[in-house]
């Protein structure tokens, strides 16, 4: 497509259960990256893939977390056990990288999640 | 990688006026970006300055860069309504860095 496409776009789930979230990235885009922003809040960086390499997963918050890659295109943010902090918009956005320099990243319009 | 810090956190203006954003960050940069965001939405990039640019220009928009201050500067001249959204900074240490932002600016352009 010709932007980054998150998929759903609204969650409701209830406490304790688990919910996948899914990017599409523009075709290319060697790096994927993840954010959480709660309401009124600035972006929370969660993790981030680039090519090849090992995921920086340094943001997630907790184990119930955990983000995957397949074949350097479509990312799926995992949360298990789902609780009510965790409510909040999930945001995707992917980049390329040219000539060892880093273009814009653009953004899907996320999915924002609701936990009951 | 780095985070910016977008100064102030709070902005009022009336349609017409210019506003100006500010961003710090603490170490040396490839090269520094600003985006806006509307309604709590995915961000919209506005424009990319390097590290060998002291100022780049983008219709309304006008971005400074200062290095030896580790600081840059968003001006929007002649402000509109449609101008209202949050606006943040994201400084990159390097090719292929994951890019972190800050809490940004909330700009609210009154008619």
């Known amino acids: 497509g010709a932007g980054v496409s998150q998929s759903p776009s609204n969650k409701v789930t209830e406490k304790g259960k688990d919910v996948e979230l899914r990017c599409d990235p523009i075709s290319g885009h060697t790096a994927l990256y993840w954010y959480r922003q709660s309401l009124g809040q600035g972006l929370e960086f969660l993790i981030y893939?680039?090519?090849?390499?090992?995921?920086?997963k340094s943001g997630l918050p907790s184990d119930r977390f955990s983000a995957e890659r397949t074949g350097g295109s479509v990312s799926t943010l995992t949360i298990q056990r789902t609780q009510q902090e965790d409510s909040a918009v999930y945001l995707c956005a992917s980049s390329s990288t040219i000539g060892g320099g880093s273009t814009e990243a653009f953004f899907g319009q996320g999915t924002r999640l609701t936990v009951v | 990688s780095q985070q910016g810090e977008e100064d102030p956190q709070a902005l009022s203006i009336q349609e017409g006026e210019n506003a100006t954003m500010n961003c710090s960050y603490k170490t040396s940069i490839n090269n520094l970006q600003w985006y806006r965001q509307n309604s709590g939405r995915g961000l919209v990039h506005l424009i990319l300055?390097?590290?060998?640019?002291r100022e780049k220009h983008s219709g309304r928009l006008r971005v400074t860069l200062d290095t030896s201050k580790k600081s840059s500067s968003l001006l929007i001249t002649a402000s509109r309504a449609a101008d209202t959204a949050s606006y943040f900074c994201a400084p990159q240490t390097g090719g292929g860095n994951k890019l972190t932002f800050g809490t940004g600016t909330q700009l609210k352009v009154e008619l």
């Open positions: 893939f680039q090519g090849n390499s090992a995921p920086d």
């Open positions: 300055i390097r590290s060998n640019e």
